[in-house]
């Protein structure tokens, strides 16, 4: 389902504890499913909690290290406090856990398997996060009518997860009829991209510099060395290309990662006439 297709509904978030930076319990309209968004140092205390003693499925979340992508955990638990539990002991990265359920307890060990499994296979596909899972487990055996209920509950779990700001399972938007497409062609390379909601997807197929300057950032230079591991950019003769659409946080971000040195994304990219980014932002 596109956004286009995508039609308008209500998330409702819960502050137990008046906190904005506390537990947040995550409903949306029209589904029996509940999320529960935890902060690591509340998890002892919040772990009574009647969400935590259901099957569910989880992921746990850390910061980028360095480069711009976090780090994850998927998980699935029948219930999901031992495991969490376990987590809370065993491994350090992860700063909270977002956990969903059914308030109607209607989700059981199959169908959190085969949720597991689909997160799993989406943060691969869309490389976002520095994954933590060694492999995609197998899918359960399910029958058709459990399959098209897990596939329900999946597809209504991702529309709350970027209302949560995680964006980690989403492969970019293809641009719509009306965006600017907007190139960088320096250096040897020719990259193009467009603007997004999320920040700026620089398209398949793009060159990037391959030799780094020495004033760029530790954090491109992270984000370089990811993506060339994870694939997203592979070697093309004396430079890179991207192997997929991918979506970065901001338009200077994506320059910056081309064009291997720091840059401002708003006057490197331009539109094929060379009007900058810049420009189109500000004309009226």
Not at 53 to 70: A, H, M, N
Not at 206 to 217: F, I, Y
Request: positive net charge.
């Amino acid at each position: 389902m596109t956004r286009t297709d995508r039609r308008g509904f209500s998330i409702r978030i819960f502050l137990p504890d008046g906190s904005p930076d506390g537990l947040r319990i995550v409903e949306k309209s029209n589904w029996t499913g509940c999320g529960i968004v935890c902060p690591r140092p509340l998890f002892p205390e919040a772990k009574s909690r009647d969400e935590f003693d259901r099957t569910g499925v989880y992921v746990l979340l850390g910061p980028p290290q360095e480069g711009e992508l976090p780090e994850i955990y998927i998980g699935e638990g029948d219930p999901i406090r031992q495991r969490l539990e376990r987590h809370q002991a065993e491994k350090d990265f992860w700063t909270s856990a977002i956990c969903f359920t059914s308030k109607d307890s209607n989700l059981n060990k199959a169908h959190v398997q085969y949720l597991e499994s689909r997160l799993i296979e989406l943060a691969s596909g869309a490389k976002r996060s520095k994954l933590h899972n060694g492999n995609v487990p197998k899918l359960p055996s399910l029958s058709e009518a459990d399959i098209a209920d897990a596939e329900t509950f999946l597809a209504e779990m991702l529309l709350c997860f970027p209302v949560l700001g995680v964006s980690i399972f989403e492969k970019p938007e293809k641009p719509k009829p009306q965006a600017v497409k907007l190139m960088i062609k320096k250096k040897g390379i020719h990259a193009t991209g467009y603007e997004s909601a999320g920040g700026f997807v620089v398209q398949k197929g793009s060159g990037v510099v391959k030799k780094e300057t020495e004033c760029l950032s530790p954090t491109i230079r992270k984000t370089r060395s990811d993506l060339l591991k994870n694939n997203v950019v592979i070697p093309k003769g004396i430079a890179w290309q991207f192997s997929q659409d991918y979506e970065f946080s901001s338009p200077s971000m994506a320059a910056a990662f081309v064009l291997a040195r720091t840059s401002n994304g708003r006057t490197e990219w331009r539109t094929p006439d060379g009007k900058t980014l810049k420009e189109l932002q500000e004309s009226p």
